[in-house]
């Protein structure tokens, strides 16, 4: 007896550890394909229209301040009381002559408006006459061209206005009051405009107005026609804005301890009057002594928030805006308090005096109205602020210190306790634009970021709140900061503004805001998440956008992106690549930049990055890289060439969205260089005519299953070096790795070289030659993809070159002369350039589904792997590889042709091919970042329907113990379910915990309830034509299972909700090439797999000379384990302990134990050589003693100890075997025959039952069987039948 060294036998033995623990606890097993990528669908957010930002800002620049006061003369239809309000812009205007008064009111008026708006041009006419407003009226109008124009009136010295819509001014003597009609006003003044009505009786003024506002409707009706005038009565309407003191039959208040022009203070000095009502009022009583005379000597500037008065001022900015912003509708809002500082100054203050006059009995009215707003509940806060500030005055003003408010901390309190519990359902937060305030303190502008951070991260509902209420000009200014504690918040506050509103780039760029990103970008102590997210804002200021290109580019961005792309974090390194991108798309400044900091040979080594949204990311980049040279010199030309082979290794990535991209990448080049494609295609085209003339001649078939084949008989080439344009002379960086693509397709068959032809001039175009003709392979690899959003992609690409191929001329021979003088110009970078890529493209036909681009291994070659050794040289007969092939220009499997012949003129504008890759990526951040996972949630419904199927699982396993302990000894006869496919079962596969049963009959899988008989609906896998299914998977079958389609074309399709009932379109989650070396064999296993949810890791083989590992969290090839047998791998078994032992089983009756943590060279550990025929099952029974169970067609089965090479025991059951499955935890085997039975033994080799007929009175006979599946746990037997018929056994279990 051999052994194995001692080492192997402790490896061994660790392997096969019986892992009970990993069954339990499944809340830690891995979740294959549940990444963002697999769960939803590859496209952008829908674009809502933003409406925060104003589409034309606004500003008051005139000020009209028509003063109708006739000092000492009280007007004949106002009985004034006695003592009465005097008090008219605080001066009292007996206490000095009438002129003087009138003229200090004026300037005082002024004043009070200049606090406002200092800029503005303001013009006084006190007590008027018509001639002197409308002078003064159309001036003002004059100088403001299209802007807003404000008319203050008083008319506290004139009668009321009229009913007729007429305000009162004066005679040039003063005699008699004169009536100016508002029609009129409204000609002089214009639009748009602002009105404040300070008088009694004022709301008669609007009312009127808008009366004259329909009247102009109606007179431009006849000149101008219905519509055309409607529209621009809104548009007057809604540009003319009304302030009025009272309401059409109010007086307003004559309380002497009052100003007059109460209204008029209240909107021009808000605080003064706040405080003067404040002591008038009952409250004034919590501060006791509190007097006028101490109110008017409150401390500070109203600019100076150090201060009393100042920080009075900032509250009461606060609180209006709240009131505002939670009472008014957002468009309203925006109209009135975002669009001009004055006007939103005047109906913040204009609150106030809805407040103040209301409690005289006297209501302020405004157009637009708005709602009532006096009763609002912070108000109660803003008496709250005066109390706790005023009561301090005594004290100040005897020079003690100043104690400020706790007013915005207090606020801020409030909105941290809405965050907590925060949706978008509920009510908006109250404390929004006490926030954007807060903003501007240093002492409370961190906590204040961070709030608003959490608010942001909500979802874009909270962005579009927050920029309405006005937050986006203050975050924008506040990049002009250094503080490095607030580079995390504003990096993250901006990539949440640019993932809802991209159109804030411009902005950004405008403020040079974007060097505070590079400078987060470029800082090596920043964490990878913040620097994820300077990235992506950086790449929201590039796309599209060619001022923020080139602000960009100024700023050093590539070289700062290259220089991260080694970061660990996956999400940067993603976004770096499409930052880039983004940088050079359509720029070529940038590209050539990228090309002297060699940036396309820094991004090929993210092209195996193991994370498949980078590799996408940097397939992305190249081939915005390619796509954007407006003209192709000599050296633009090398560069696209070397990238577009570089990217010929992506063809076999696993991931469908990288591959999509490489379609993309290579749509620039096609149509860069559409005319060498479409030669290329004619090329391959005549030498694939020139082969079916010379097919090999299938003759015999070897023991393991090779064909073997006599060659035809090679017939002349008709091809010339002519048949491709010759393209421009290779640089270094081509003709200096000449050595090193000494495997690719570099010289056409039967080529002649002209004689004048210097060699390198040859060799180089031989080269770029090639490079056309290895890319327009891959393409018609993708063509073929199973994957259908890649393959519709790639299909467009070759129905372009085919259409350009067919319907050119064939280009004339071009002799190539030694004396061109084509230099080659320098390259811009000095650093040396890499050599082209090492990896193969497929070594097949060009019409064939190719092989593996990235295995540069010969076919045939002794111990590659790839294809068998030739055992006699001398032999006429030699193996040969077949390959499954399409045409250039055949349909195509499943693909109908289309017969409209417009597609026959495609040209490069209708073949415009792209992703939402990019969009995808940025709906990414509009996801809330630190709101806890639904799986971890304990509330959610997610956590609670898992932890269902967790404790449904556990009571499967439980339940299946009782009959595990019997099933050695009880038969297996019961038959507990029988029922007709609707084809003939290949594979059977249990689900592990539901009552469900897949069934693959060639290219589709019906799905059968076996506890209750029903068809629970069925799926066609899309396999081309003369495909099957040959292997079944259930992916997190204990959590969201997936089913993995395995077909004897060595592809693979994962499918989720493949039965849902509710959606009856089952998703196709992703598809690839598992095998692409497939050899079609007239006696092939076709592909064969493995799943091990465990490690992610699905170990597939076949009708190959290798075992291929992916990873399937990574997308990617692990490994390639050669077999170094002569025959197809027709079954596996791996340990799900140790993950190291695999076994195969393979055609010629040997079975091959492999170490995969060994390298590929020494992982073959043993070969057990017992059976003589097809192996039909290998088998590890789990436990440190399991044994290695194998069976061959020849009906008998043998058990090994891992440790030695001869078995321990056989046993020789039936005289063949057609299909055989050992239960993986109860001693039962199972073994199907072509002559229509079934026998069910234990492992001893006790016989339990034989099953040869149905149940039934009457049963009929089996057919021949096909197919035999354990359950994983129970003791329930699926077989299926040549006849189409599927049976499930059970193990009779009798109870007491």
């Not at 303001?122 to 009226?137: F, G, I, R, S, W």
């Not at 005096?353 to 009532?372: A, Q, V």
């Amino acid at each position: 007896m051999v052994t194995v060294p001692k080492d192997m036998t402790k490896a061994f033995a660790e392997c096969t550890v019986y892992d009970e623990e990993s069954e339990n606890n499944e809340a830690s097993l891995p979740i294959a394909y549940n990444e963002t990528r697999h769960l939803d669908k590859i496209e952008g957010s829908k674009k809502v229209t933003q409406t925060w930002r104003m589409k034309e800002r606004m500003k008051t620049v005139s000020v009209a301040l028509v003063l109708c006061l006739n000092v000492g003369v009280d007007p004949p239809d106002v009985v004034k009381t006695s003592p009465c309000a005097r008090l008219e812009c605080w001066i009292d205007p007996l206490a000095q002559s009438p002129q003087k008064a009138l003229e200090a009111i004026g300037g005082n008026l002024q004043k009070q408006y200049e606090r406002w708006q200092p800029r503005a041009r303001y013009k006084q006419t006190l007590d008027p006459t018509v001639e002197e407003v409308k002078k003064l009226c159309t001036s003002l109008r004059r100088n403001a061209k299209d802007e807003r124009v404000l008319f203050h009136y008083n008319g506290h010295g004139v009668p009321k206005p009229t009913s007729n819509g007429e305000i009162w001014v004066f005679n040039k003597s003063y005699t008699q009051y004169i009536p100016l009609s508002i029609y009129d006003l409204q000609t002089w003044m214009g639009s748009p405009s602002i009105y404040v009505y300070d008088c009694s009786h004022a709301g008669v003024i609007v009312d009127c107005f808008k009366s004259f506002l329909l009247q102009r409707e109606q007179e431009s009706a006849v000149v101008n026609g219905k519509s055309h005038s409607s529209v621009t009565t809104v548009c007057y309407n809604k540009q003319c804005i009304q302030l009025a003191a009272c309401g059409p039959t109010e007086l307003l208040p004559m309380n002497p301890d009052l100003p007059a022009d109460l209204f008029t203070s209240c909107l021009t000095t808000p605080i003064k009057i706040a405080l003067m009502w404040y002591v008038l009022q009952n409250t004034s009583k919590l501060v006791p002594g509190l007097t006028q005379d101490m109110v008017d000597k409150v401390p500070g500037q109203l600019n100076d928030r150090q201060t009393m008065l100042g920080e009075l001022n900032w509250i009461f900015t606060a609180i209006t805006d709240t009131i505002a912003w939670n009472t008014l509708p957002r468009d309203l809002f925006q109209r009135l308090f975002r669009q001009d500082l004055l006007v939103a100054s005047l109906f913040r203050n204009f609150l106030l005096s809805e407040r103040i006059m209301r409690s005289y009995n006297c209501t302020p009215i405004s157009s637009p109205k708005l709602p009532p707003t006096y009763q609002h509940p912070m108000w109660e806060a803003w008496d709250l602020a005066l109390d706790l500030s005023l009561r301090q005055l005594p004290r100040l003003l005897e020079d003690e210190c100043f104690q400020h408010s706790p007013f915005f901390t207090e606020q801020l309190t409030a909105f941290d306790v809405w965050l907590k519990y925060g949706a978008e359902t509920r009510a908006p937060p109250e404390q929004l634009p006490i926030v954007l305030q807060v903003l501007l303190s240093q002492v409370h502008r961190l906590r204040a970021l961070e709030l608003l951070k959490r608010f942001l991260d909500l979802g874009p509902w909270a962005v579009s709140l927050a920029l309405s209420v006005g937050i986006f000009p203050y975050v924008l200014k506040l990049l002009q900061s250094n503080a490095r504690e607030l580079r995390p918040l504003l990096v993250f506050i901006w990539a949440k503004i640019l993932s809802v509103d991209s159109s804030c780039q411009v902005d950004l760029v405008k403020d040079n805001g974007h060097k505070y990103f590079l400078n987060v970008l470029g800082d090596q102590y920043m964490p990878s998440e913040q620097k994820t997210m300077a990235v992506f804002v950086l790449a929201m200021m590039v796309n599209e956008y060619r001022q923020g290109q080139e602000a960009a580019l100024q700023g050093n961005v590539i070289s700062i992106c290259l220089e991260q792309l080694s970061d660990t974090s996956a999400l940067l390194r993603k976004w770096l690549g499409l930052c880039l991108a983004k940088v050079w798309t359509n720029f070529d400044s940038a590209r050539w930049c990228g090309v002297r900091d060699s940036a396309h040979e820094k991004l090929y080594k993210l092209l195996t990055d193991p994370e498949p949204e980078v590799r996408a990311a940097a397939v992305y980049a190249l081939g915005m890289f390619i796509s954007n040279v407006s003209e192709k010199s000599d050296h633009a030309t090398s560069i696209d060439l070397g990238v577009g082979m570089r990217l010929v290794q992506v063809a076999s990535d696993g991931s469908p969205l990288v591959r999509k991209e490489l379609v993309v990448a290579y749509s620039g080049l096609v149509q860069h260089f559409e005319v060498h494609f479409a030669a290329a295609a004619a090329q391959q085209m005549d030498d694939e005519k020139q082969r079916e003339r010379t097919a090999a001649v299938v003759t015999g078939e070897t023991v393991g299953g090779w064909n073997l084949v006599a060659p035809g008989i090679p017939a002349p080439s008709q091809s010339s070096l002519g048949s491709i344009p010759p393209a421009p002379p290779l640089p270094h960086m081509f003709t200096s790795s000449m050595e090193t693509t000494s495997h690719l397709d570099l010289q056409l068959p039967g080529n002649r070289v002209p004689r004048a032809a210097s060699s390198n001039t040859i060799s180089s175009n031989l080269m770029l030659n090639s490079v056309y003709k290895n890319v327009w392979k891959v393409l018609l690899q993708l063509s073929c993809d199973p994957d259908p959003g890649v393959s519709r992609m790639a299909k467009t690409l070759v129905d372009l070159v085919r259409n350009k191929s067919t319907g050119q001329t064939r280009p004339r021979q071009v002799s190539i002369s030694c004396s061109s003088n084509h230099s080659v110009p320098s390259s811009p970078s000095n650093r040396s350039q890499h050599s082209m890529p090492v990896s193969t493209p497929p070594q097949v036909t060009l019409t064939n589904v190719l092989d593996d681009p990235a295995d540069p291994r010969p076919i045939g070659r002794v111990g590659s792997g790839v294809g068998p050794s030739i055992s006699n040289p001398t032999s006429p007969y030699q193996y040969t590889q077949f390959t499954r092939s399409r045409k250039l220009f055949d349909k195509g499997p499943n693909m109908v042709e289309d017969r409209d012949e417009e597609n026959n003129h495609l040209n490069r504008q209708s073949v415009l091919i792209s992703t939402d890759f990019f969009e995808w990526s940025c709906k990414q951040f509009l996801q809330p970042v630190n709101r806890l996972c639904e799986v971890e949630d304990p509330e959610s419904d997610v956590f609670m329907e898992r932890t269902f199927r967790f404790d449904r699982n556990s009571q499967v396993r439980t339940e299946a113990l009782e009959e595990q302990a019997v099933a050695g000894f009880s038969r297996l006869d019961n038959e507990i379910f029988v029922n007709k496919n609707q084809g003939v079962p290949s594979v059977l596969k249990f689900h592990p915990y539901q009552s469900e049963l897949a069934v693959a009959f060639k290219d589709g899988i019906a799905f059968w309830n076996w506890e209750q008989g029903p068809r629970l609906g069925s799926l066609s896998n899309g396999n081309p034509r003369n495909t099957k299914i040959t292997s079944l998977e259930y992916l997190n079958a204990h959590d969201n299972t997936l089913l993995l389609c395995g077909s004897d074309d060595g592809c693979v399709r994962v499918w989720r909700d493949y039965i849902d009932e509710q959606n009856p379109n089952p998703q196709l989650v992703s598809a690839f090439q598992a095998i692409n070396e497939m050899l079609p064999l007239t006696r092939g296993s076709g592909l064969v797999t493995n799943w091990e949810q465990n490690t992610g890791s699905l170990l597939a083989s076949g009708d190959v000379r290798f075992i291929r590992v992916w990873d399937v969290e990574k997308e990617l090839k692990v490994q390639d384990i050669p077999t170094g047998a002569d025959s197809c791998v027709t079954c596996l078994a791996s340990d799900m302990a140790g993950r190291s032992l695999l076994i195969a089983g393979c055609g010629d009756g040997t079975v091959r134990l492999f170490d995969r943590r060994l390298s590929p060279t020494e992982c073959r550990v043993m070969t057990l050589r017992e059976h003589g025929r097809w192996i039909v099952k290998v088998h590890l029974q789990k436990g440190p003693d399991g044994k290695i169970v194998t069976a061959s067609n020849a009906g008998d089965v043998r058990f090994w100890d891992p440790r030695f090479t001869e078995s321990v025991r056989s046993m020789t059951l039936q005289s063949s075997f057609t299909a055989v499955d050992i239960h993986p935890r109860a001693d039962v085997l199972a073994c199907g025959s072509q002559n229509q039975y079934i026998g069910v033994y234990n492992q001893s080799g006790d016989s339990l039952s034989t099953l040869k007929y149905h149940d039934g009175f009457i049963g009929q006979r089996l057919g021949a069987i096909t197919s035999l599946s354990f359950h994983p746990y129970k003791v329930k037997l699926a077989a299926g039948t040549s006849d189409s018929y599927i049976s499930v056994y059970s193990v009779s279990m009798k109870r007491s």
